[in-house]
């Protein structure tokens, strides 16, 4: 049954971003070929409507999360599953975490469509008022990810060695594709991001020296490329990101559930509630990038990259463009937890 569970979990999670995506997708039916020994025209399947995914999804997660506080396991599937269970290794308190962030997830994302919202408000209150029952990721130590512990595997990427093992030849791609854009640049500058120096790197040639400096995508390519090459931009950090084989799969991290909680306590009308949740947001994906370098073996950059100060944190949550209390209205309140989720989803978990 736990191999059901954390399954079913695992593609529910998948089939969301299908449905976000793309809508009306091949879903109840699709997969039967094998069942209809290879008749093609019989197993053309149908599309499910999304709202109909979502209702089943929400469903089947909250009979999961019900289950999983309950569900016991075998000594021999207990140990199994630790090797088995790529993700939390049977780890139940884990998958409970991991349902009822997906649940959260889910649910923020229909809270805007009117057939959903009686629903979208008493499922996550009630998430909220029982964290025993449906716990939650809220810390780092939480996190949802695969982690490499054999980079030279071939579920990993096969060699373990130079550029060639790296994320930046997979997600980032080559040649300029690892420049910085200047949106997010200017954002971080601005406000003292302590992210910055952790997710990019400034550009040889920038001045003064230690710069960060964004490129601008409303650029003609000519000059775009020019500045480009120059090598003035500052790039994805390769230490902490880019060159770093043990960066893992994440999945569902304390930054993004912190703003997820964010979001509903501001449309619930919980002020001090949702700053606080922005807040713990905010640090957890702080801590996050650095403890990204921490795990890498890469060193490109040979400067220690040092890891910001309470102090710093604090002045940073404080900063006129950061600071909750300086937001006044709802809607920019959510603007500035949005902004916030954009620089946390960054490359690594895009969706």
Known sequence: RIYYISATIYFYDKTQKMVDLFGSIPWSEAGLLGTNKGDYAKSEPKYDDAATIYTTMRDDLKGFSDELNTIQLTPAVSTIINTQDF???????????YCNS????????????????????????????????????????????????????????????GASASFYTGLIGWGNADRAGKVMIDSMNNNGDPRIRSIFEPGDSAKPVGTYIGLDPSLDNTTGTAIANSGVLARYNR????????????IINAAE?????????????????????????????????????????????????????????????????????????????????????????NVLEPD
């Open 87 to 97: 993700i939390n290794h049977g780890d139940l308190t884990k998958w409970e975490k």
């Open 102 to 161: 997906l649940r959260l997830r889910m649910l923020t994302r229909v809270s805007g469509v009117a057939s959903f919202q009686s629903r979208v408000s008493s499922e996550i209150a009630a998430i909220v008022a029982n964290p025993s029952s449906y716990p939650l990721v809220l810390t780092n130590a939480d996190n949802i990810l695969i982690k490499v512990t054999d980079p030279t595997t071939g579920v990993s990427n096969g060699s373990g060695t």
């Open 239 to 250: 230490s902490t990101l880019t060159q770093n084989i043990y960066i893992p799969g994440m």
């Open 257 to 345: 559930v912190n703003f997820l909680l964010s979001e509903y306590y501001l449309n619930a009308g919980n002020d001090a509630s949702a700053q606080s949740a922005y807040e713990a947001g905010i640090n957890q994906s702080i801590q996050y990038y650095y403890w990204l370098r921490t795990i890498s073996n890469d060193a490109t950059n040979s400067t220690s990259l040092i890891a910001p100060t309470t102090a710093e944190i604090n002045a940073y949550i404080a900063r006129n463009g950061i600071a909750w209390a300086n937001a006044t209205s709802a809607a920019q309140k959510l603007n500035r937890m949005s902004n916030q989720k954009w620089i946390n989803y």
